[in-house]
């Protein structure tokens, strides 16, 4: 059979085609991390060019979703190839971010959003609806339970952390009510992560109440809390300086709410069970 001089195709990957039986596809098809978006552009040209990049990747992914079926089929790839590498988004602020999730006016002054965008966006919407309802959930148990009632009036409203919804997390009043009375509560027990969980079983926490000097206190039983956020000694050596930071940071924050909030308006000696409790401790 003659030799031929024909140059192979190359395929839009930059290999020749048809493609080798090994190729990765799963990882050809992954997005590049994000950019670091430029300090001069805007959100709107940002918009712009991520849903430039958006379509183009979905055409590249349609491509070679085709292309990998059929190479596994008996039919082969004849003329077919890959799509285009995929291109990276340029990344979105915390800042926009809020601002597109609280306001339909920047959305639309700045829009379109890309798909993955709007679907951020109306995740968010879904998880404040549900945070809702879980709060009135909550404020129901609450008022059905005189012990909860009383904590609920030392202590007063509940308090959020963070300004994204998707890591906001709600103080547990009966950490608040601890710290009031003096109670340590270990630091590791303050990750978003831990804190979420104690508010998802709130409804079994295991409290007791106290009567000292004919005051009446509810106080949580640690070494059972300990169940649910793990063993102090262990999950504090386990903290990472980001998870040290983020307890600590929600730790300074309920100590702020505190000292503004509860206080400042306690009549004198409100507090002084608590100094009788720690006798007992």
């Keep these: 059979m003659p030799a031929t001089n024909q140059t192979p195709q190359t395929s839009a990957c930059g290999l020749p085609l048809p493609l080798p039986t ?8 992954k997005t590049p991390a994000e950019l670091i978006s430029p300090d001069d552009i805007s959100l709107r040209e940002k918009n712009t060019d991520n849903c430039l990049v958006e379509h183009s990747n979905n055409v590249s992914l349609r491509l070679t979703r085709v292309y990998e079926a059929a190479a596994g089929s ?3 790839v004849g003329n077919l190839d890959v799509g285009t590498c995929l291109q990276p988004f340029i990344s979105y602020s915390k800042e926009e971010k809020v601002l597109l999730f609280a306001s339909k006016d920047v959305v639309e002054v700045s829009g379109p959003l890309p798909l993955y965008m ?4 109306a995740g968010q919407c879904v998880m404040v609806v549900k945070a809702e309802s879980e709060e009135k959930k909550k404020h129901n ?21 963070s300004s994204l919804a998707m890591l906001e997390v709600e103080l547990p009043n009966v950490f608040l009510g ?44 640690t070494d059972k809390v300990e169940k649910i956020v793990g063993n102090v000694d262990n999950k504090f050596k386990s903290l990472t300086p980001g998870k040290w930071r983020e307890a600590s940071i929600n730790f300074t924050c309920t100590l702020h709410i505190i000292s503004q909030e509860v206080l400042a308006d306690a009549p004198p000696g409100w507090l002084n069970p608590a100094i009788e409790y720690e006798k007992h401790i």
């Design 22 to 29: 090994d190729f990765d596809f799963h990882t050809y098809r």
């Design 74 to 76: 008996s039919a082969g």
């Design 118 to 121: 709007t679907m951020w966006v």
């Design 141 to 161: 148990e609450l008022e059905a339970n005189p012990a909860g009632q009383m904590l609920r009036g030392a202590i007063g409203p509940m308090h959020h952390i």
């Design 178 to 221: 601890c710290l009031v009375q003096k109670m340590p509560i270990p630091l590791h027990w303050w990750t978003k992560s831990n804190l979420t969980k104690v508010n998802n079983n709130s409804h079994w926490l295991p409290w007791k109440e106290l009567t000292i000097k004919g005051k009446k206190l509810v106080i949580i039983m």
